[in-house]
């Protein structure tokens, strides 16, 4: 098995240069269709000279072609450049602003799978019945609640009225309650949805019949053998919704203040700060691309049949 | 169509030296390959029911898989009516297709349990459209459904609402949907009860009759290989070790393992059949991950000498019947097949 | 007739009863009806001996042996009837007692044994879940334990075939999975639905040897569905008949092969291949069963049966019995025997 | 009996004279779905919606956009100002009634395209790659995944200069945004299926890849998809909303129930009914698609249809069956 | 916290500074920290008279029409110990104005006028500039000093500077501490540590404050609920619609009279603004010298206005032509209702009017020249702020025929503009004041809309009286315990 992982492994990762040079093209000449943003780093007044001084010093007097090249030898040489607005190394700040993001994520994740687990096989177990209508409700309520709604309410009551947890922030543990909850939502009433899907049909195949005559409990039945074979959908939209939380979570990181890598890159493209967009869009595409690897390696660790599909 | 209209020289369907492998964990790490064919000659002529038996495991259902160009096999030839289906394309594989059909071992998987009886009955004519028009199907899925003995009223009943004897016969009308040439039957009778599998064997033998349809037939049934077959082919790891008329293999097996397999068979409920003493295989039941050298059932076979485990053995015609072939170094005399099996 | 005279031989009546069915019925909601899949069946199997259930295709012996086991569909209930495992009335008892029971007690053999195996999990570890379940072992040792099921099955290279799964095995040796599984934890009854059908004879015997060892190892009752008379005649101590829904004879296997008496069981038998001439046409039971769901009123083979008359379509024949064990639910059987 | 159903003739066997049951169809989705009060209820909740979408303009377009500058932020559950008034007036004193109504028109114009589109092409595609796998597998996913790790809030500036925001650019971003979603969610399931012996059956038949695709994979694949695209029908319609922000969302005067909860956000401690009310409008419409796409799952699974169908209650079979015990 | 929460005070911004760097210091999110905090300038500007006061420089006088002379503040020392002088005062404005950097305030302050300044003595310094400046040391207010030792040749991000704070630690995206200079020249502020953090959202920061996590928090919104902690101000920002005069129909006068009179000024406070602000007619607010108190908001008057354009259009003008509004989101809080008031008061005048909100950046592109081709008659929604108090901040930029932000401008105005800039004293005033109601009453390039007013909240512990500068220059030494 790990010969044919590691073969898989392998040629993901070569297959996933190639992705990631046309990841940077994208950001490099989207992001130079936005604007000059001499306007937004020169004074109201700035003379013809200081904009073209500007543009020197920061190569855009160059075509974009040539400004493409000379980026791709820097980042080759692991210089990412310099962020237009805080005159600092865009590697730092997108390094400094990265694990804040991801162990927000990776919490959130955590936590949505679990619950929606738990929750959308429960629904599942009994079709139609009072508890699959409760979660059907409750979770796409929960998907469909504005976040950034959610998070000032949970401000307003959480904080402000009951004077439980800290408004924002991230000292202590009392802060990561509000911005956990507020990226939960949706993932959570997303992943409920699709494992209820999913386990319906599991939980109705001949082996989950097999497994009872074993005399194996329900709770076996139902989180051991229908919810591995109900697990690909499952796992492709936690994947998909992983990759919005490490691209994005811009609402909570705003209104919490947590100094995450969604508020970093937004702020970049708000600012046309060039740079620290293009090491961050990087920096997350290598990210998300390993989290696809993860999550092939987990389909295929999942199920044989998709192995031996990408073995032979 | 050239291949149509050629004149029909040699048997319908050869295949030869077909050989095709598996990928399957050999331990905890690494994979190692699984020959489940390997190097199987075969012949079907028109008309002809070729029986088709051995051990479970042995490579049946993959040969059928490989004859229906399901998988591709890794090593040699099929050719029906002369030319090569691997070679085919666009409307030419799409006639082949009408052609050849299968009946699958497994009723359940095979039938999309999202289309009730009617749908997966009249599924093939979605793609040869011409064959049944639109108005006329559904009086033909009823007449399917009743040649296999269902009624019309479970047209529109779905795969798991059907006892597994049913579904079989699903699958059976579903094969017979497209007219086919040759039907590959993997097992179809084996979840039937006696009435029903008379009703379907007879079918198939009316067909036969009228239309000419050649039959693969597997079935771990000796019974109905004996009733249904003209010819018999068997199987042992993958190749296969002895064919013949069926008359032939079942009164004068050579391969000691058809002998052994013949004596397995349950005593018949007839006090009429002559009973015979049952030859217990001894010994590990080899793998087909690891076959044995040289004659791959010597490893079972009470006969094999020094020479059986340096070179396999080549198939030729035994008995002085050329159609009767088997693959061992010591066949087993005529004297010891047939009802001779009880005294040895 | 040795089958008959070996079956005679090991009848002992005292035996104590392993498993009583009693008026078993089943109903299965459809959205155009409710179809009375078994209806009011009662058998007994004795500690150490095996029951044959044969019968039409359709005729409801998956679903009684589902009862049984409590495995019905959501779709499926049982709506009367009482079943009694050695003493214990199964349908009194609550799920984890029932649980308790699964495997070390009343094991089942699925028909469906080609989609029965989970497909993501290795066949190793769904051959050591029992032993895991019930005897609370270790992975390792459970699948140790796997090890020697597969191998008793007769699977080659077991230890390393542990770790593969159910796809790439063909279909005879999931079948003998699926055996080693229902037996894993020696039950002392097993319901076995069409256990060998998909095996050469060769395995099949081996398996039903297997089932013989347990069957004295453990005085295990052994319910056996199948459509091969052969096997039945050879390995069975009893038979039922099922015709559509409902039991229409009773007795030891010999007897009842020997000189059957409903009018369906004679149809049955008259269609054994090889009895004619290679390529003659097969004798078989004209017309189709019922509809479950509207079974008509009396007997329910009425429609395809030749002595039928009009008693047969107002009064459902009961099954009556004689001395010898024999039942039989026909109001004119004496008739056919005679004719 | 037979209705000139030719399935359904039962010709003259014996068996089925007389007591013969009609062997009628199964009830019809129609049917079905009026026996469902809840799975009911949505559908009907869709349909206002969808008539307010409609019809709302006509009737009130005038109305949810007079400012009265003089009665702003006026609150909800009174009829002291009219039923206009009902659900408050805004800060700039239009009746948010009206508004939420009106904008029901635009929020669909933005979120059904966008989802279909993305739906369609993801869907077909993922099961396209899935299906045939090697290289168009790779290719696909690899695609994915660059438009997965693009901020979609950069190409949504890019449009905003490139060119000029309207209704169609704004549905070509967000649906090339969720084309991935699709994509890769289909190519898993339809991976799995492939192997299915069935689908080796229709191969038999010489049925074409496409036709395998259209017959048996996408029905099977489809439940999963319709429940991420209902889901995703909500998504778009936030999204849309943050655009709103960065000028390539919906310009005033049109209006969305995005766009009005994102105005609104900024007074939920003053006047919490301006975003509350359009954000209930975008959770009851995405719970009751969600209620009917669950619905609609198990009526188009045979394996699963009979819960909806046949009486709740394994109670009533045990209640029965201790009285038959009990005789 | 860091270190006794008694002894921190703690503000809550909108955003983290980009950069500490003192000549960015013109930067609203550089400038509020930096400025009079870590570094120091050589004058400073009293927000709420207009008057200078010595800060690094005790004495100034104009030795000759272009020449300036400053008298050092003595025994200063910056936060690395060194000392200050005229060396240091001379190299901090030859690298604000002089060096390649791309300095904001020279942009900012003093455009491409041409200036040298040497040091004279220890503590004497004069600036000599090319053209006579009567405000030079109102400029140099924006110069802040820093060592010798600072590189010329880029920016930094944690200057040294004079101020009685200096920068402590910095946890990016997270915090940033300054901690009291004992070594500081003037009075002992009161707080040892200032700590900074920042959330963009208003109703957040108001929070803050009101659960006691942070003292003082800027930049909120009236609903962003900051109840009785809440203190307004005017912030010297005047809000305004600027008129696009090139084109049809708003190169026509009665037309552009008509956008004045059409918008509800009041009814747009009162709303939008939530009673803060006040309705306004010149972007030049009170305290700015040049400011002219008789130029009164342009009264509603909707018929008048509806009246105007059918004038025009009986002129031939082409008022049916879709002007668009070019809006900016946040430039203001509610800026997108703000434009749908004027949207439709407009489209009630008879006008065509379309919004489009833009972020900062798209925005800029319409408010500097050169502007977008092809954009058609725009009506740009846009905010001034006089910072350095004084009318020739705003008049060439904003109305002059080649102002930076202009989109048209007269030669009279640019004339009467230019002799404003020349003249010192009570005639400044009147000057601009002269030129401010000739925009008003002949050119008409714009409509304007309020006085804008801020709110900062303050905690109950904490005495701070924000002014009109509050925004630019948050100085901590102005903050007080409250007992
Ligand atoms: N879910 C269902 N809905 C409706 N009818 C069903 C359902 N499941 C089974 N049946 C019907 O119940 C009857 C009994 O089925 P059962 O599986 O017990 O038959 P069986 O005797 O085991 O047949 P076989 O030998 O073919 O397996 C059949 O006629 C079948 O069509
Ligand atoms: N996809 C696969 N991957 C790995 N091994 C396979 C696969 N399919 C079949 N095999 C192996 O190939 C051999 C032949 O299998 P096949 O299904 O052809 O047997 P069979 O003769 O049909 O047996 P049965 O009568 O039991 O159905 C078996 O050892 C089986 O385990
Ligand atoms: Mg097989
Ligand atoms: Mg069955």
Request: aromatic share 6%.
């Amino acid at each position: 098995m790990s010969d044919s992982m590691l073969v898989f492994l392998r040629r993901r990762i070569i297959s996933g240069a190639l992705p990631l040079l046309a990841v940077v093209l994208g950001v490099f000449f989207l992001a130079r269709l936005t604007g000059d943003p001499a306007n937004l780093y020169l004074p109201l007044s700035a003379t013809p000279e200081m904009r073209a001084e500007f543009a020197a010093r920061n190569g855009f007097d160059q075509p974009v072609a040539v400004q493409f090249l000379d980026y791709l030898s820097q980042i080759v040489r692991l210089d990412f450049g310099e962020s237009l607005r805080t005159a600092q190394p865009a590697a730092q700040a997108v390094l400094q602003a990265f694990p804040a993001t991801l162990q927000l994520a990776g919490a959130t994740m955590a936590i949505a799978v679990t619950a929606a687990v738990v929750v959308g096989s429960l629904a599942a177990y009994r079709p139609n019945s009072l508890a699959d209508r409760f979660a059907g409700l409750l979770s796409s309520a929960s998907a469909s609640v504005p976040d950034f709604w959610f998070a000032i309410m949970g401000v307003l009551v959480f904080a402000v009225t009951l004077n439980w947890l800290p408004t924002s922030g991230t000292d202590g543990m009392g802060a990561w309650v509000l911005p956990i909850a507020t990226l939960l939502i949706r993932p959570f009433g997303v992943l409920v949805q699709v494992v209820r899907g999913s386990m319906v049909s599991a939980l109705s195949a001949p082996y989950t019949r097999v497994a009872r005559s074993k005399g194996a409990d329900e709770k076996r039945v139902i989180f051991v053998h229908a919810l591995r074979n109900a697990a690909a959908p499952a796992l492709t939209v936690a994947g998909d919704l992983a990759v919005g939380l490490v691209n994005g979570a811009v609402v909570v990181e705003t209104i919490f203040g947590w100094p995450g890598i969604g508020k970093l890159m937004i702020d970049s493209i708000l600012q046309r700060d060039f740079a620290v967009l293009q090491a961050a869009v990087l920096l997350t595409a290598v990210t998300i691309f390993a989290l696809n690897i993860l999550i092939d390696a987990c389909y295929a660790l999942l199920d044989a049949r998709v192995r031996q599909g990408v073995a032979t | 169509m050239p291949e149509t209209t050629a004149p029909p020289v040699g048997p319908l369907l050869r295949a030869s030296g077909l050989t095709k492998s598996f990928r399957v964990p050999r331990s905890a790490s690494g994979s190692t390959s699984l020959r489940a064919l390997d190097g199987v000659d075969l012949t079907l002529d028109r008309g002809e029911t070729l029986g088709l038996v051995g051990e479970s495991g042995c490579g049946k259902s993959t040969l059928a898989r490989v004859l229906l160009m399901l998988e591709r096999p890794d090593r040699g030839t099929l050719s029906f009516d002369g030319t090569d289906p691997f070679a085919l394309r666009g409307k030419q594989l799409l006639a082949w297709r009408r052609r050849v059909q299968m009946v699958f071992q497994d009723p359940f998987a095979s039938l999309n349990p999202r289309l009730n009886a009617a749908e997966l009955i009249s599924e093939p004519w979605r793609t040869h459209r011409d064959l049944v028009p639109r108005r006329d199907r559904a009086e033909r899925v009823r007449r399917l459904l009743e040649m296999v003995g269902l009624r019309a009223g479970d047209a529109h009943r779905y795969p798991q609402e059907f006892s597994g004897g049913q579904r079989q016969r699903i699958g059976i009308a579903r094969a017979l949907a497209l007219d086919p040439d040759v039907i590959v039957c993997d097992e179809p009778v084996s979840a039937l009860d006696l009435s029903v599998q008379a009703q379907v064997l007879n079918l198939l033998a009316e067909l036969q009759a009228e239309l000419g349809v050649s039959y693969v037939f597997i079935s771990h049934d000796l019974s109905v290989v004996r009733h249904v077959a003209d010819r018999v082919a068997v199987m042992y790891l993958g190749g296969v070790v002895e064919t013949g008329s069926t008359e032939e293999i079942f009164t004068n097996p050579r391969h000691p393992y058809t002998a052994a397999l013949l004596s397995s068979a349950p005593s018949p409920l007839r006090s009429d059949a002559p009973s015979r003493e049952r030859i217990l295989l001894t010994g590990e039941v080899p793998s087909p991950v690891d076959p044995p050298s040289g004659c791959r059932f010597r490893t079972r076979c009470r006969h094999s000498e020094d020479l059986c485990s340096r070179t396999a053995p080549p198939v030729e015609a035994v008995s002085g019947d050329p159609a009767h072939t088997a693959a061992c170094h010591f066949p087993l005399g005529p004297a010891s097949a047939g009802s001779g099996a009880s005294g040895g | 007739m040795n089958a008959l005279r070996e079956s005679i031989h090991r009848t002992r009546p005292t035996d104590p009863a392993a498993m009583e069915v009693d008026g078993l019925s089943v109903d299965i909601r459809t959205p155009e009806g409710v179809a009375h899949a078994v209806r009011d069946v009662s058998f007994t199997v004795r500690s150490g001996r095996t029951l044959a259930l044969l019968g039409e295709s359709g005729c409801g012996k998956s679903m009684t042996a589902l009862a049984i086991a409590g495995l019905l569909d959501p779709v499926a209930d049982v709506v009367g009837g009482r079943i009694r495992l050695n003493g214990a009335d199964l349908l009194a008892l609550g799920a984890s007692e029932r649980r308790r029971l699964a495997g070390p007690e009343l094991a089942i053999v699925f028909q469906d044994a080609l989609t029965a195996l989970n497909p993501v999990f290795t066949v190793g570890a769904q051959l050591g879940e029992p032993f895991r379940i019930h005897e609370g072992l270790s992975r390792r040792a459970a699948r140790d334990r796997a090890v020697e099921l597969m191998e008793r099955v007769g699977i080659p290279e077991a230890r390393s075939r542990a770790g593969a799964y159910p796809h790439q095995f063909s279909g005879g040796m999931r079948q003998r999975l699926l055996i080693a599984m229902a037996v894993a934890l020696r039950p002392s009854v097993l319901l076995a639905d069409e256990p060998t059908t998909a095996l050469d004879v060769t395995v099949q015997a081996q398996i039903m040897e297997l089932l013989r060892d347990l069957r004295t190892e453990r005085d295990m009752a052994l319910v056996l569905i199948t459509h091969d008379l052969a096997v039945a005649a050879e390995h069975a101590d009893d038979v039922a008949v099922m015709y559509a829904g409902a039991i229409v004879e009773t007795g030891p296997i010999g007897e009842v092969f020997a000189a059957p008496r409903h009018p369906y069981t004679r149809g049955l038998l008259s269609s054994v291949p090889g009895g004619g001439r290679p390529g003659e046409p097969l004798r078989f039971i004209p017309g189709s069963p019922p509809d479950l769901r509207a079974v008509p009123s009396g007997c329910a083979f009425r429609s395809r049966c030749h002595l039928a008359r009009e008693r047969c379509a107002s009064h459902r024949p009961e099954l009556s019995g004689d001395e010898r064990g024999r039942t039989v639910a026909c109001h004119y059987w004496k008739e056919a025997t005679d004719a | 009996m037979t209705n000139g159903d030719p399935l359904s003739e039962t010709g003259d066997r014996p068996d089925q004279a007389g007591a013969a049951p009609p062997a009628a169809r199964p009830p019809r989705l129609f049917a079905l779905l009026l026996k469902d009060r809840v799975a009911c209820l949505a559908a009907l909740m869709l349909l206002a919606v969808a008539a307010c979408a409609v019809a709302g303009p006509f009737l009130l377009g005038d109305l949810a956009t007079r400012q009265n500058l003089h009665a702003v932020d006026l609150p909800p559950f009174t009829l002291d100002n009219g039923w206009a008034f009902v659900l408050g007036s805004d800060s700039l004193g239009r009746s948010v009634a009206a508004r939420l109504v009106v904008a029901a028109r635009t929020t669909f114009a933005v979120a059904v395209p966008a989802v279909l589109a993305s739906f369609v092409v993801g869907s077909a595609w993922g099961m396209w790659a899935g299906y045939h796998r090697g290289w168009r597998e790779s290719v696909s996913m690899r695609i994915a995944d660059v438009v997965l790790s693009f901020p979609s809030l950069l190409l949504a500036v890019v449009v905003l200069y490139v060119f000029s925001p309207s209704v169609a650019t704004l549905v070509l971003v967000l649906a090339i945004a969720r084309v991935p979603v699709y994509l890769r969610t289909a190519r898993a399931e339809s991976a799995e299926l492939r192997s299915r012996l069935f689908v080796d059956a229709a191969r038999t038949f010489g049925a074409r890849g496409g036709s395998i695709i259209r017959r048996h994979v996408a029905p099977t694949v489809m439940p999963t998809l319709i429940t991420v695209a209902t889901l995703d029908f909500c998504f778009v319609m936030l999204t849309e909303s943050s655009l709103s922000f960065l000028g390539i969302g919906i310009q005033p005067p049109d209006l969305s129930w995005g766009l009005m909860v994102a105005q609104g956000r900024q007074e939920l401690q003053t006047a919490w009914w301006i975003a509350v009310f359009p954000g209930l409008a975008i959770v009851m419409t995405t719970v009751s698609a969600t209620t009917l796409a669950s619905w609609a799952r198990l009526a188009t699974d045979p394996a699963q249809r009979w819960r909806l169908t046949v009486p709740r209650g394994r109670a009533r079979a045990t209640a029965r069956r201790a009285e038959e015990a009990g005789r | 916290g860091n270190g006794d929460a008694a002894d921190t005070i703690r503000i809550v911004l909108p955003e983290e500074p980009p950069t500490l760097e003192p000549c960015d210091a013109s930067l609203t999110a550089t400038g509020r920290v930096t400025r009079s905090n870590i570094t120091e300038a050589l004058t400073e500007r009293v927000p709420d008279t207009g008057e200078l006061e010595p800060a690094l420089a005790t004495d100034w006088e104009r030795t000759s029409d272009t020449t300036w002379t400053f008298t050092l503040r003595d025994g200063v020392t910056f936060h690395d110990g060194t000392a200050f002088d005229a060396e240091a005062a001379a190299f901090s404005i030859d690298r604000t104005v002089d060096s390649d950097i791309g300095c904001n305030v020279d942009g900012y302050v003093f455009g491409d006028g041409e200036l040298t300044a040497e040091a004279t003595g220890a503590t004497t310094l004069e600036v000599t500039t090319a053209e006579p400046d009567p405000i030079l040391p109102l400029r140099l207010s924006f110069v802040e000093v820093v060592p010798t030792s600072t590189s010329a040749e880029e920016k930094v991000r944690e200057p040294v500077g004079t101020g009685p704070y200096r920068v402590g630690t910095w946890e990016q995206g997270t915090s940033l501490t300054l901690e009291r200079y004992d070594g500081y020249w003037g009075e002992a502020p009161a707080y040892a540590t200032a700590r900074y953090v920042w959330r963009s959202e208003g109703s957040i920061r108001a929070a803050m404050v009101s659960q006691g996590e942070a003292d003082i928090a800027v930049g909120l919104a009236p609903e962003d609920g900051a109840g009785d902690f809440a203190v307004e101000f005017p912030n010297n920002e005047t809000s305004y619609m600027r008129m696009d005069a090139t084109q049809e129909p708003l190169d026509d006068l009665r037309v552009r009279q008509a956008v004045n009179h059409a918008i509800d000024k009041e009814g747009l406070v009162s709303s939008v603004f939530a009673g803060l602000g006040e309705p306004a007619g010149q972007v030049v607010p009170e305290g700015v010298t040049g400011h002219n108190p008789d130029i009164g908001a342009w009264p509603h008057d909707p018929e008048r206005a509806a009246a105007l354009v059918e004038e025009a259009r009986a002129d031939g003008v082409a008022v049916d032509t879709t002007i668009t509004i070019i809006g900016r989101n946040g430039i203001y809080p509610r800026a997108s209702e703000a434009m749908e008031v004027v949207q439709s008061s407009l489209i009630e005048a008879g006008l065509d009017v379309e919004i489009q909100m833009l972020d900062v950046n798209a925005w800029l592109e319409y408010l500097l020249r050169p502007f977008p081709a092809d954009a058609g008659p725009t009506l740009l929604q846009a905010q001034h702020g006089n910072q350095a108090g004084d009318a020739a901040f705003t008049m060439e930029q904003i109305y002059g025929s080649e102002g930076a932000q202009s989109s048209y401008g007269t030669r009279t105005l640019d004339e009467l503009t230019q002799a404003a800039e020349r003249a010192q004293g009570e005639e400044r005033q009147e000057a601009f004041a002269d030129a401010l109601a000739h925009q008003n009453d002949e050119v008409v390039r714009d409509a304007v809309l309020a006085h804008m007013t801020g709110i900062m909240a303050v905690a109950t512990n904490v005495s701070y009286t924000p002014n009109s500068a509050t925004n630019d220059e948050l100085r901590l030494r102005e903050m007080q315990r409250n007992d």
